[in-house]
């Protein structure tokens, strides 16, 4: 019981790390992103090729994808999506689904339809044991990892300059506007870290999630559930949503394996139709 | 009726005319059964994606709801078609096509309460959603639907007791494309009546088409409800043809094409759904011989390069091409009939 729950944090988190750009995203412009997860996947398939082709250490591999995705979310931004901001809400969808379907093929193409495994040093493999309870290692690592990064990313949000940008400019765009934020540059930045967060947690997630080329796929929905389910105004929102995510869904594989992910998709319907502006949003979305 | 009514009403009378562009169109289609034989396995999937198309661009074109889980209804009928068949409860086609029809829509008004409230992003999640849940449903009782293996040993019987589908597709696609017209006969009434007025409404804007007295809801219930009537017959008439149904009628990638090939042909027309079908099937054949595995990207390709276009732009090509197709058959009518009008003009002086 206790190992569900850790496990299910662990997943939580990392669900999290991988979703915390898209809601921001998602709440920032009023665009919907379904192409978060091609970002971290390149950050998966970044740290593979890195530590397991070239020999980085692992420990340096996790910085790199984070930056390798965000040069890249950058560039996409800066080049593509800039062009679709304004547009209703099925062109971005048609977009950015367009832009999945040709990151799968594309890696299918350049790293085969494989599974690809990112070797983890020998120090991080093997459980803990405390107060009886198997604690893996590496999910371990990826519960402080992911709680210092949310610690950060509070911090911030709360207490910078360009967090409160960041923040006066999701509340209001216009007034925002009006007040001397570049908000174009602010989205920018923000959008490229989201990749980034999003890179990182491909890259720690390859051991837990799986990583083929059909990831951005596969991952899609459990993104747009923190999304939709945490709501965009915070960042606790998606947190928490992320955390409940997690729990429920491996105490859902663990005790009716056969439903599979059904248990999830019935609470995210069911949220929806009681919150449709998610459970913890403060008020009206925009 | 005051002299207003009754110029609103012949004005979309006149609307609801068919053009020379449309007669054409079907004549074409129907011509395609004779003309096109060894074809008529490609033939037969693009007037399945037609109609499944058709049914998303009612919701979608005409009410402004955008859905990524049409395949629920698809996959629901398509396992109901399949089953009816192959335990023999529902031995003519054509009944069990209309049955399959009913099950998807009593299903489509089930969960039309779902799409009523939130955002466009929420109505996306829900409707994604029920169709995930429904895959899943699938998977987990796979002693009923064959789970990934598909479910087999469908036999289905002759068409009205009269015509046996065959293996090259020809009564198949023959059925099909009447189905097809039948279906696309109800929506074209549908979307000319004062409903489908009072859904073109509620897409401009809900608050106000409440304010002149429209039922908004009551009305996206009633489109919901037909348009998985559309993609139910769509699914259960996918299973016929092949005798066969798998997984794969619940799957997203389903509904994302749907989207894709609606997009194509352009929404909120009819014919859009019917021409993208045409176009994407043809399309994805073509890719699928020069790159079997990576088609997907080429896919991708075209939705970016579409949205980057601007989908009003390409709009405006649909126009600017469907004017000049309009004035071609006009003009071909006309001339055609100017003989005649000029010797009858003679006899009445």
Not at chain 1, 29 to 34: D, E, Q
Not at chain 1, 66 to 86: C, D, I, S
């Amino acid at each position: 019981m206790l190992t569900i729950l850790f496990d299910g944090t662990a997943y939580g988190m990392l669900l999290f790390v991988l979703a915390c750009g898209l809601s921001v995203t998602l709440g920032l412009m009023n665009f919907i992103n379904l192409a978060h997860g091609a970002f971290a996947m390149a950050g998966g398939y970044c740290t593979v090729v890195l530590v397991n082709r070239i020999g980085v250490p692992f420990a340096l591999g996790l910085p790199l994808a984070f930056l390798a995705t965000a040069l890249l979310g950058g560039l996409f931004e800066r080049t593509l999506y800039v062009h679709v901001y304004a547009r209703p809400h099925l062109d971005q969808v048609l977009f950015t689904i367009g832009l999945v379907f040709m990151s799968v093929a594309a890696t299918d193409y350049v790293m085969g339809s494989s599974q690809q495994f990112v070797r983890i040093p020998e120090a991080l493999a093997g459980q803990f044991n405390v107060f009886g309870i198997g604690m893996g290692k590496y999910r371990l690592l990826i519960i402080v990892v992911c709680g210092v990064l949310t610690a950060a990313l509070q911090l911030i949000l709360a207490k910078t300059r360009f967090g409160s940008r960041l923040r006066a400019a999701v509340d209001d765009q216009r007034v925002a506007r009006g007040l001397g934020i570049n908000v174009g540059a602010v989205f920018g930045i923000t959008f490229a870290f989201g990749s980034g967060l999003a890179g990182l947690g491909g890259a720690l997630g390859a051991e837990i999630l799986g990583l083929d080329p059909t990831f951005p796929l596969k991952y899609m929905i459990y993104f747009l559930i923190v999304v939709t389910v945490g709501g965009t105004s915070s960042i606790t929102g998606p947190f928490l949503a992320s955390i409940l995510l997690g729990i429920g869904d491996v105490a859902g594989k663990y005790y009716v394996p056969t439903l599979g992910a059904f248990v999830i998709y019935a609470i995210m319907i069911v949220v929806l139709i009681v919150r449709p502006q998610g459970l913890f949003a403060r008020g009206p979305a925009r | 009726m005051t002299p207003l009514a009754a110029d609103v009403a012949q004005r979309l009378r006149r609307r609801a005319r068919w053009s020379g562009f449309e007669i054409a169109f079907w004549v074409v289609a129907f011509a395609s059964i004779w003309l096109l034989p060894q074809k008529h396995l490609i033939l037969t999937e693009t007037a399945i994606l037609a109609l499944f198309a058709l049914s998303l661009d009612l919701i979608l074109g005409y009410a402004g709801i955008i859905s990524l889980g049409q395949a629920a209804f698809f996959g629901t009928a398509g396992y109901f078609a399949g089953l009816v068949a192959k335990y023999g409860l529902i031995n003519d086609p054509v009944l069990a096509l209309v049955c399959s029809g009913l099950v998807a829509a009593a299903l489509g008004f089930v969960t039309s309460f779902l799409v009523l409230r939130g955002s466009d992003l929420t109505r996306l999640m829900v409707t994604l959603g029920v169709s995930l849940m429904l895959g899943e449903l699938a998977n987990r009782y796979s002693n009923i639907t064959g789970g990934a293996d598909g479910l087999q040993g469908i036999t289905v019987a002759p068409i009205l007791g009269l015509f046996q589908f065959d293996m090259f597709g020809h009564t198949g696609y023959a059925y099909c494309l009447s189905v097809l017209f039948v279906c696309f006969l109800v929506a074209r009434r549908l979307v000319y009546s004062p409903f489908g007025l009072s859904l073109r409404a509620i897409k401009g804007n809900a608050l106000r088409a409440g304010a002149v007295g429209i039922p908004v809801n009551a009305r996206l219930v009633a489109i919901y409800t037909i348009s998985a009537g559309f993609a139910g017959m769509a699914g259960a008439l996918l299973t016929q043809t092949t005798a066969f149904c798998s997984l794969d009628v619940l799957s997203l990638e389903r509904s994302a094409d749907l989207l894709l090939v609606l997009i194509i042909g352009g929404t909120g027309y009819l014919y859009g759904g019917l021409i993208g079908a045409v176009i994407y099937k043809f399309m994805q054949d073509w890719i699928a011989t020069l790159t079997p595995q990576y088609w997907q990207f080429w896919i991708g390709l075209l939705l970016v390069a579409i949205v980057l276009v601007g989908r009003d732009r390409m709009a405006a090509w649909h126009e600017a091409a469907r004017a000049a197709l309009a004035r071609f058959f006009t003009g071909a009518m006309a001339w055609r009939r100017r003989p005649a009008l000029g010797g009858a003009a003679p006899d009445r002086r």
